[in-house]
């Protein structure tokens, strides 16, 4: 349950957070290992009944372990990658609820980067951005695209309880120009298209197009979903990396996500700025994410100015 007395012997935090502040110079790295919790009543309206709740976490380091009204409904090891607790069946609809997160942040031998191999802090925390979504049964749950300077594309779509429902797309240029369409079943997977003359996307010029997929059942929208991405073929060879069949010499830093203070807990336009840093004030073209996935915001960010990534597991 969820009282005032209770409340009070609890620290008020907002997210993206990080489970210790630390001095800029000097840290011991046991400051940080410990286990946590984080509780948040949710109020859940009555006419939510017959949709799905879903509580989708950036990153939460190192495991986290998720409760909805005591019942323990997910566990996630790994401190650099989403993940997402449904929280529907174990909802009180029209009433109050309680989510709580048990969040381990001390190092541990069966989940990486971990194992006396790695030479950086891992800060702990619920240090990226938490979303609700509230959607029907069906819903799309991924949309994967790779386009090449050409214009062959391949999409990858995932819809959960696709049914008899159908897909719609349309795929958009920079300006907002209609490049193609898309309709199909919504249980098929896997969609090819080709675009004559496509924008291309490259280190000066990066033109990210938009790409918007409807669910529909009859005329009603069910979900939506919409992606940015970019038509490149990156391709490495004896000779060097060569970028839409242009060789292209490699200038680039290795990067972490670690702020003083915080540790990794800053919000989306920090991420941003490093991009911004690399690519304008250190002329990179190319970043490595040390040693980790990184914040969507910042690889966004990348696409946005025109930094090639190179992405690693943890670790």
């Known amino acids: 349950g969820w009282d005032e007395a209770r409340a009070k012997t609890l620290t008020p935090v907002r997210i993206p957070h990080t489970v ?13 290992q410990m286990v946590s919790g984080y509780l948040h009543p949710l109020t859940v309206p009555a006419d939510w009944a ?9 990153a ?3 495991e ?29 609809f029209g009433g ?3 989510i709580c997160v048990r969040l381990d942040s001390r190092e541990s031998l069966d989940q990486p980067p971990f194992g006396n191999v790695i030479d950086y802090l891992t800060y702990g925390g619920i240090y990226r951005a938490m979303t609700l979504e509230v959607t029907e049964v069906s819903r799309i749950s991924d949309l994967f695209i790779h386009a090449k300077h050409t214009g062959e594309t391949a999409m990858q779509i995932t819809v959960e309880n696709p049914g008899d429902l159908r897909l719609s797309g349309e795929l958009r240029a920079p300006d907002g120009k209609l490049l193609g369409r898309l309709e199909g079943r919504a ?13 291309v996307w490259g280190l000066e010029n990066p033109k990210l ?27 490495f060879r004896a000779d060097g990396l060569y970028l839409n069949e242009t060789r292209i010499q490699l200038r680039g830093l290795n990067r972490h996500q670690c702020w003083p203070y ?51 597991m943890p670790g």
């Open 262 to 312: 915080l540790g990794y807990a800053v919000p989306d336009r920090a991420q941003a700025l490093d991009a911004d840093i690399l690519k304008f004030e250190l002329g990179c073209n190319v970043v490595r994410t040390s040693h980790y996935p990184q914040s969507h915001a910042f690889i966004n960010r990348c696409d946005e100015v025109g930094l090639l990534v190179f992405t690693e």
């Open 64 to 92: 986290a372990t998720v409760y909805c009204n005591g019942v323990e409904i997910l566990r996630h090891r790994c401190g650099y990658t989403a993940f997402t607790a449904e929280l529907t069946e174990y909802l009180n």
């Open 20 to 32: 210790k502040e630390l001095p800029l110079n000097y840290l011991n790295e046991q400051d940080y």
């Open 209 to 235: 197009c938009t790409f918007t997929l409807r669910l529909l059942e009859g005329g009603r929208v069910v979900d939506e979903r919409e992606t940015r991405f970019g038509f490149r073929t990156v391709d």
């Open 60 to 62: 939460a380091a190192q």
């Open 187 to 199: 249980d098929h997977r896997d969609y090819k298209i080709t675009i004559p003359n496509p924008p």
């Open 96 to 98: 109050e609820n309680m």
């Open 50 to 58: 017959g949709k799905r709740v879903l509580l989708h976490f950036g």
